[in-house]
């Protein structure tokens, strides 16, 4: 469900990708730690902002960019 909520942003950041870079970037930085998570372990809360955003947070080891944050809102309000 989250790999779904990921592509239908992306099409929708890149409709505008000029515009949309800096949100681009995060949204594939994001991507790139869902690498990471074992998904027959781990339940993701795609209706959490809050728990969410400290899951990437784990997985990065270090705080969300502004736009990463963005991101993950959009993802939970897809």
């Known amino acids: 469900m989250i790999h779904s909520k990921f592509l239908f942003l992306e099409q929708e950041l890149k409709k505008d990708s000029l515009k949309n870079r800096d949100s681009l970037t995060a ?36 705080s969300l960019t502004k736009k990463e944050k963005i991101i993950v809102r959009q993802l939970v309000k897809y």
């Open 27 to 62: 949204l594939y930085a994001l991507k790139s730690l869902l690498g990471q998570i074992d998904f027959t372990a781990e339940v993701i809360p795609l209706e959490n902002v809050k728990r969410l955003i400290k899951i990437f947070e784990s997985l990065k080891n270090e």
